[in-house]
C-alpha cells in the first residue's frame, strides 16, 4: 500500500511589512478594530518585482532543502491561486521552469482560499494510485493586487505570501489520510473578483454576452468594479465558523478520529472571530487551533502552507500528531485533510547545493530554450510563411512570471 507524506515545507513572505497603525493613515481605521475584529496586526506586502510566480518559486525551493531531494524528482507542481500572473500560462509552468523541474506536471488550480487543500489532496491522490513518487504543492497570493486600498471593509483583511509542501509516496502508513473537497456555487455572489476581460467579451461578441454576462452581483445589487474584492463579510464570516466546524467533524469521522484525538487543527486564516466560534462549536479548546494570522493576515490560499511551516518552527508538530486542515473560501469552496504527521528529516547539504546548482542551470537553459525557438521559428517562417507572424515569440511572461510584451504586439492582434 502506498502512502503521502509531507516530507518538506517552505514559505517566503515579503520583506515589506505593513502594520495596522500605517494602514490607518490609509483608511478610516485602527489598530484596535482590526485587533478585536479580526486577530491581525500586521501584513507583508509584495514589492514591485514580486509576482506570483516568484514568491512560490522561493517558498518551493525551501520545501525541496527540508525534503532534501532535487527539482527533477518532482512529477506534478499544482499551485492553488487567486492571483496568477498570467490567464496562461499558469503560474505553475513558471515555476518548474524556474525550478528546472524536468520530468514534472504542472497546473495551477482555482479554489480561492481551499486552492491549497484542494490540491493536496490530488496530488496525494495521483501518489497513492502510483502515478508520481513526489509531488510540490504550493499556495501563492498577492492579495494586494486585488485590493480597493479606499475600501476600509476589505483592505485590512489581506496580505501576501506563498507557502509550499513536498509530498512523498512511501510504504510507512501516515501522511495524508483522507480529505473532501466541497463547492456551493450558488454562494459565488458572496465573495468575488471580477476579470476586466468578461467586459471585454460583451462588448466584442455581443452575440455572446448572454451566455458571458457576469452573474448578477450582490443581494443589494452592487456590482463591484472588475479587478477588486468584493465581499459581504457578514454572510463570509457565518459561512466560515459553519464550515469550519462542519468539516473537522466530517473529516475526523472519516479519519476513524474522535473530536478529542486530534492534536492540532490548522485552519484557513480569515479572522480569529472565525476560528475562536469553531472551537467553541467543536468544544475544542483553542489551543487545539493553529493561529497566525497576527503576523501575515489573510493570505488566500497560501495562509494553510505557511502556517504547517511556523507550526513545525514553533515546535507545534511532532511525530504521529494527529492533524486536521480545513480551508474554505470563494466559489464557495471548502476542503479538508485529515493527516498523521510524519518524522521531519534531517537536513543535508548534498541535495541542497545540488539545488542551487541546478537552479542555475534551469536559467541558462531556460533562456538557451527561447533563443532556440526564436531562431526555429524566424529559420521556418522564412521557408513555410513568407509574411512575418505579428506576434513575436519573445513575447510573454519569463521565468520568474514578470511581462516581457513587445510593442510589436500593441494593437496587431
Ligand atoms: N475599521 C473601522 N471600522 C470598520 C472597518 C474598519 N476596517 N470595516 C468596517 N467598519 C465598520 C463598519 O462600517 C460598521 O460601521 P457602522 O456600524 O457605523 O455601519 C462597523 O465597523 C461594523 O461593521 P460590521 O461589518 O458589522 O463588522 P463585523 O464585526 O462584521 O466585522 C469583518 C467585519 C471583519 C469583515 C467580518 O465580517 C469578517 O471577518 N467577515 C469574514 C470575512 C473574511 O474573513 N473574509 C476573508 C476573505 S474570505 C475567506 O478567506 C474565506
Not at 515579503?14 to 489598530?31: G, K, Y
Not at 508520481?132 to 493586487?145: N, T
Not at 492540532?264 to 497566525?292: C, D, G, T, V, Y
Not at 513568407?386 to 512570471?401: H, L, Q, Y
Request: glycine residues 10%; charged residues 20%; aromatic residues 6%.
Amino acid at each position: 500500500m502506498r502512502y503521502a507524506h509531507i516530507v518538506g515545507w517552505g514559505k517566503y513572505a515579503p520583506e515589506r511589512v505593513m502594520t495596522n497603525d500605517e494602514l490607518a493613515t490609509l483608511v478610516d481605521t485602527t489598530d484596535t478594530w482590526i485587533r478585536e475584529r479580526t486577530g491581525i496586526g500586521q501584513r507583508h506586502l509584495a514589492g514591485p518585482k514580486d509576482t506570483c510566480a516568484s514568491i512560490a518559486t522561493a517558498a518551493a525551493i525551501e520545501a525541496l532543502d527540508v525534503a532534501n531531494i532535487t527539482a527533477a524528482q518532482i512529477g506534478l507542481i499544482i499551485v492553488g491561486t487567486s492571483t496568477p500572473d498570467f490567464a496562461f500560462p499558469s503560474t505553475a509552468c513558471l515555476v518548474q521552469d524556474a525550478l528546472g523541474a524536468d520530468t514534472a506536471g504542472a497546473f495551477d488550480l482555482s479554489a480561492a482560499c481551499s486552492g491549497f487543500v484542494y490540491g493536496l489532496s490530488m496530488a496525494a491522490d495521483a501518489i497513492k494510485a502510483g502515478s508520481i513518487d513526489y509531488a510540490l504543492v504550493i499556495g501563492s497570493d498577492i492579495m494586494s493586487r486585488l485590493l480597493d486600498w479606499k475600501d476600509r471593509n476589505t483592505c485590512v483583511l489581506f496580505g501576501d505570501g506563498a507557502g509550499a509542501v513536498v509530498l512523498q509516496a512511501s510504504d510507512q502508513p501516515g501522511g495524508l489520510l483522507t480529505s473532501l473537497l466541497r463547492a456551493d456555487g450558488s454562494g459565488g455572489d458572496m465573495l468575488y473578483v471580477r476579470n476586466n476581460y468578461r467586459d471585454k467579451a460583451v462588448v466584442s461578441t455581443p452575440h455572446l454576452s448572454t451566455a458571458l454576462t457576469p452573474p448578477a452581483a450582490t443581494g443589494d445589487g452592487k456590482v463591484s468594479d472588475a479587478g477588486y474584492i468584493f465581499m459581504n463579510g457578514r454572510e463570509v464570516f457565518r459561512f466560515g465558523s459553519r464550515i469550519l466546524a462542519g468539516a473537522t467533524r466530517e473529516i475526523a469521522a472519516r479519519a476513524g478520529w474522535e473530536l478529542g484525538d486530534i492534536d492540532l487543527i490548522i485552519p484557513h486564516q480569515a479572522n480569529n472571530r472565525i476560528i475562536e466560534s469553531a472551537a467553541k462549536s467543536l468544544a475544542l479548546p483553542l489551543e487545539k487551533m493553529f493561529i497566525n494570522i497576527e503576523h501575515y493576515a489573510n493570505t488566500s490560499a497560501a495562509t494553510i502552507p505557511i502556517a504547517i511551516c511556523d507550526a513545525v518552527n514553533n515546535g507545534r508538530l511532532r511525530p504521529n500528531d494527529k492533524v486536521i486542515l480545513v480551508g474554505f473560501g470563494a466559489g464557495l469552496t471548502w476542503a479538508a485533510a485529515a493527516l498523521q504527521w510524519g518524522t521531519p528529516r534531517v537536513l543535508s547539504r548534498t541535495n541542497r547545493t545540488l539545488n542551487r546548482v541546478r537552479l542555475g542551470l534551469a536559467n541558462v537553459r531556460s533562456r538557451a530554450r527561447r533563443v532556440f525557438r526564436r531562431l526555429e521559428d524566424s529559420l521556418s517562417s522564412n521557408v513555410d510563411h513568407p509574411v512575418k507572424s505579428p506576434v513575436s515569440p519573445a513575447s510573454g511572461p519569463d521565468r520568474s512570471g514578470t511581462a516581457v510584451v513587445e510593442t510589436e504586439r500593441e494593437g496587431k492582434v
